[in-house]
Every structure is written in structure tokens, then in C-alpha cells.
């Protein structure tokens, strides 16, 4: 259940997360490789999965990375447990997702489909204090999947989307 409140704006909500507990949430669309629409019945929001960051949808693997989360997710119940603020600067819930038991940061990264987050687009454990949770297992599946080349890490030189983004937001302007 959420205790929310909602700002309503020309042609924009925003969503303010007071507190969100842990609970089931139908998935009713994926937007991108970390990045879905869920429900509880009465509101739909966007969630961003926390301690993962797929390839932008331009970026090699970007479409792979949310066909897979959408073969995973869609209209699936989900479990989402909030980090830090429960939101992030978008207004989107930020957390921990879970379908069946099972952490979906960590399987995307396992399949190669999906980076650990860096906060600061910096190696952990060079940006340590900004996380909120321990992200070692994510960091070791991520040198796991990158041993082993797969997709994302098959490419000879695969850019990061954190640096992928920065490279992109200087040449259109965001």
C-alpha cells in the first residue's frame, strides 16, 4: 500500500512517495532495461530498479536488455523493496524488485544484460558512501558476466550506459 500525495501539473504528475512498504505490485509495462509502470489497483506509477543500469535503448544491447526485462516482468505481481528516499530525481520509485523470491538487479546483471549501478559513473569501491545498500554481489556478478563475455561484455568495448549517457547528453544537449 502507498500513503502518497500527487501534484498535478499541466501535462505532468509528480508523485511523492511519503513511504512505501514492501508489497505486490502488478507490472503493466516495461519502458526500458530498468525501467517499468507498475499498479497496485488504484495508482500507476514508474519504478527504476535499483542497484542495476541497462544500456539506453540506443545503446548496443539497449533493446535486448528490455525485451528480456519484459519477458521477466510483464504483467507479472512484483515485490519492491524502496531504497534511500524511495524515489529518484524523475520521481520514480527507486528499489529493490523481486519476482518470486528472486533479485531481478542481479539476474539481469548475471546475463550480461545490465552493469552494476555507479552512482557517480566511478568504480565501486571509489563512490562507496554514495550507495545505500552493499553492492558487492552486484559488483561480482557483473565481473562474473563480464569473464565470461556475455552479451553486453562480448562487445570488445563496451561503454558503460553511465558513460554512454554523459557522452550522448553533451552531444544533444539534455
Not at 561480482?140 to 553511465?162: D, H, T, Y
Amino acid at each position: 500500500m502507498f500513503l502518497w500525495y500527487a501534484i498535478k501539473m499541466p501535462k505532468i504528475k509528480i508523485v511523492h512517495f511519503l513511504f512505501l512498504l514492501v508489497f505486490s505490485y502488478k507490472v503493466v509495462s516495461v519502458l526500458d532495461g530498468d525501467t517499468f509502470s507498475a499498479t497496485d489497483g488504484n495508482v500507476t506509477f514508474r519504478v527504476r530498479i535499483a542497484a542495476m543500469d541497462a544500456p539506453e535503448r540506443q545503446q548496443a544491447y539497449g533493446k535486448m536488455a528490455k525485451y528480456r526485462l519484459e519477458a521477466l516482468l510483464k504483467s507479472q505481481h512484483v515485490t519492491i523493496t524502496p531504497v534511500g528516499k524511495g524515489h529518484d530525481k524523475y520521481g520514480r520509485v527507486l528499489g529493490h524488485v523481486f519476482l518470486n523470491g528472486e533479485d531481478i538487479s542481479l539476474q539481469m546483471i548475471q546475463e550480461g544484460l545490465a552493469t552494476y549501478y555507479r552512482p557517480s559513473c566511478h568504480d565501486y569501491p571509489e563512490d562507496k558512501k554514495k550507495y545505500d545498500y552493499n553492492p558487492q554481489k552486484y559488483v561480482e556478478a557483473e565481473q562474473m558476466a563480464r569473464s565470461k563475455g556475455k552479451n553486453i561484455w562480448s562487445a570488445p568495448r563496451s561503454v558503460l550506459p553511465c558513460k554512454f549517457r554523459r557522452a550522448e547528453s553533451g552531444r544533444i544537449g539534455f
